[in-house]
Structures are given as structure tokens and as C-alpha cells.
């Protein structure tokens, strides 16, 4: 069964790669969905999979790639088209 959840990262997390490395971890995990920039200096992500599939990828959230510092993390339901079936940079 597929589970959806929306992703809101603040903290140093623009300009330190956090998109590009978020897509290649949901690559890595076979997690389909996708990560953008917030207007607000926020990263936003809807990662979509099996239950331990988002467990692994919400702990790699919680700390993001070598150069980020992720402040708060906020979780909440999501949706994706069943049709989604990559990790996207939008």
C-alpha cells in the first residue's frame, strides 16, 4: 500500500543542495514524488511509498546532505496522481 506525506523544511536548507540531494536519497529508497524551493527559504517535498520506505527517507529528511541545517520539520498528509512514478525536482 502507498502512503503519501508532504514534507515543510526550514532551516539552512536553500542553496546547500538539499533538493538534488533529497531526489537522489528518494531514488536511492524508490520513493516517488518531488522536492521544490519555498518562496519562504522553505523546502517542500511530497514523498510517496511504503510505510518503511518514508520512515528511511523522514529520518534522512530530519538531517538532510553534509551542508544543510534543518531547523523544523513539519509532516502532514499528502496525495500524488497514482500515475507518479519518479522523484522529481519542480
Given at each position: 500500500?502507498?502512503?503519501?506525506?508532504?514534507?515543510?523544511?526550514?532551516?539552512?536548507?536553500?542553496?546547500?543542495?538539499?533538493?538534488?540531494?533529497?531526489?537522489?536519497?528518494?531514488?536511492?529508497?524508490?520513493?516517488?514524488?518531488?522536492?521544490?524551493?519555498?518562496?519562504d527559504?522553505?523546502?517542500?517535498?511530497?514523498?510517496?511509498?511504503?510505510?518503511?520506505?518514508?520512515?528511511?527517507?523522514?529520518?534522512?529528511?530530519?538531517?538532510?546532505?553534509?551542508?544543510?541545517?534543518?531547523?523544523?520539520?513539519?509532516?502532514?498528509?499528502?496525495?500524488?496522481?497514482?500515475?507518479?512514478?519518479?522523484?522529481r525536482?519542480?
Amino acid at each position: 500500500m502507498r502512503v503519501c506525506k508532504h514534507a515543510r523544511i526550514e532551516g539552512r536548507v536553500q542553496g546547500v543542495g538539499f533538493r538534488y540531494y533529497t531526489q537522489m536519497q528518494a531514488q536511492r529508497l524508490g520513493i516517488c514524488g518531488w522536492v521544490r524551493n519555498g518562496s519562504d527559504g522553505s523546502v517542500e517535498a511530497m514523498i510517496c511509498g511504503k510505510i518503511e520506505q518514508l520512515e528511511a527517507m523522514k529520518q534522512w529528511l530530519k538531517c538532510g546532505p553534509d551542508y544543510a541545517h534543518v531547523a523544523l520539520i513539519e509532516f502532514s498528509a499528502g496525495h500524488l496522481q497514482d500515475s507518479c512514478n519518479d522523484f522529481r525536482i519542480v
